[in-house]
């Protein structure tokens, strides 16, 4: 890829004079999926399905075979953005990736427990930034 190690905007909407916390979730999925690029896909006689190949041959279809299943995330797994059929989609709801992603929002609003900071994180946190006041009010005077 282009080599950026820094990913900014993530839940803004509007230049940044708005903030969504489903966009934020949304965001997330997409960083994922790039991150997932970026490791790379694995390429080898089972990724490549080489036994399938020979089995079913050449120009014939190996969309619904076991094995394309079980390799189609390989890329990527995403959360909100669904990539069943479309048949099965709309058998399930034919939920937009917003609602899903709001589904998500309101789950972690609701469930998630923060961890507490380790005491020794903490303590060097309130070190640095009781260095940095002071260094602040001496640039003061």
Same mark, same amino acid.
Request: contains cysteine; charged residues 25%; negative net charge.
């Given at each position: 890829?282009?080599?950026?190690? +820094?990913?900014?905007?993530?839940?803004?909407?509007?230049?940044?004079?708005? *903030?969504?916390?489903?966009?934020? =979730?949304?965001?997330?999925?997409?960083?994922?999926? &790039?991150?997932?690029?970026?490791?790379?896909?694995?390429?080898?006689?089972? +990724?490549? #399905?080489? $036994?399938?190949?020979?089995?079913?041959?050449?120009?014939? $279809? *190996?969309?619904?075979? %076991? +094995? +394309?299943? #079980?390799?189609?995330?390989?890329?990527?797994? %995403?959360?909100?953005?669904?990539?069943?059929?479309?048949?099965?989609?709309? #058998?399930?709801?034919?939920?937009?990736?917003?609602?899903?992603?709001?589904?998500?929002?309101?789950? =972690?609003?609701?469930?998630? =427990?923060?961890? %507490?900071? $380790? %005491?020794?994180?903490?303590?060097?946190?309130?070190?640095?930034?009781? &260095?940095?006041? &002071? #260094?602040?009010?001496?640039?003061?005077?």
């Amino acid at each position: 890829m282009a080599g950026v190690n +820094t990913i900014y905007g993530s839940g803004m909407l509007e230049l940044g004079q708005t *903030f969504s916390m489903e966009q934020l =979730v949304i965001d997330n999925d997409i960083i994922a999926m &790039e991150r997932k690029a970026m490791e790379g896909i694995p390429v080898n006689d089972e +990724t490549l #399905a080489v $036994d399938v190949i020979k089995e079913i041959g050449v120009g014939r $279809d *190996f969309i619904g075979h %076991p +094995t +394309t299943m #079980a390799n189609i995330e390989l890329a990527s797994d %995403p959360t909100v953005f669904n990539r069943d059929m479309l048949g099965d989609w709309r #058998a399930q709801g034919s939920k937009a990736c917003v609602d899903v992603a709001h589904e998500i929002v309101m789950d =972690v609003l609701k469930n998630h =427990v923060v961890a %507490p900071i $380790d %005491p020794e994180v903490a303590k060097k946190m309130e070190a640095i930034v009781k &260095e940095a006041d &002071e #260094a602040f009010l001496k640039s003061k005077n």
